[in-house]
């Protein structure tokens, strides 16, 4: 390939990247936006009628993040994007998709309240370094909202799938052990991602870099 293929190559993955994180910042921006409207209106019964669809997709479209890590597009860690997504498609299709009776419990929406507001401080962040920015207050809430926002996501993570176990074993047993194990997952699994990411803050803040604001 000649050096002229390679850049063109190169700009068109970028803007491909580009646009995959401001599509996605875009869809998570709407979802935590109407969840705010809906705690202000005092109607959170309806969250999963007015951002299921959206939830949906965006987490749907997440499965193009592991993709990235085996092309090389993104330097990160595979095991790590593989289990994120997993789990989050689980409570998405699998959990609150096919037990109704559980949308309107306040753990879904402390779930989408926290992953909104993750997912756009994150999307925001890798969308303004591909155009070559890196606001030192950004990068700061990437490596630190998390210790708020990691345990209260996961928290309602199981909370919802311990709530659908009893909808769960009515279609059969299969299917509720399997989700019991999940659930017993959720202890060990925390903790694992719970620390990788204390690693990846120290790591990256822990020296005094980006201290510019």
Not at 49 to 58: A, E, M, P, Q, R
Not at 104 to 132: D, P, Q
Not at 149 to 177: D, H, N, Q, R
Request: glycine share 8%.
């Amino acid at each position: 390939m000649s050096s002229k293929n390679k850049v063109e190559t190169t700009r068109g993955l970028n803007g491909y990247l580009i646009f995959y994180n401001a599509a996605s910042w875009a869809g998570w921006s709407y979802i935590l936006l109407s969840i705010l409207e809906l705690i202000v209106n005092d109607d959170l019964a309806k969250a999963y009628d007015k951002i299921g669809w959206t939830l949906k997709l965006v987490q749907t479209g997440a499965i193009l993040e592991i993709f990235h890590v085996l092309l090389g597009l993104v330097r990160s860690s595979l095991p790590t994007t593989i289990i994120q997504v997993a789990s989050r498609l689980t409570l998405v299709w699998i959990i609150v998709n096919n037990f109704p009776e559980i949308r309107s419990h306040w753990a879904f929406t402390s779930m989408t309240m926290a992953w909104s507001i993750t997912e756009c401080i994150r999307y925001a962040f890798y969308g303004l370094n591909l155009v070559g920015s890196q606001p030192g207050w950004l990068l700061w809430c990437r490596y630190t909202f998390f210790f708020i926002l990691y345990p209260v996501g996961a928290g309602s993570e199981a909370v919802l799938v311990f709530e659908s176990l009893p909808y769960a074993i009515k279609i059969s047993t299969s299917f509720y052990w399997a989700l019991v194990t999940i659930l017993l997952i959720y202890v060990p699994g925390f903790y694992t991602m719970y620390t990788h990411m204390i690693g990846q803050r120290r790591k990256i803040l822990g020296k005094g870099k980006a201290k510019k604001f």
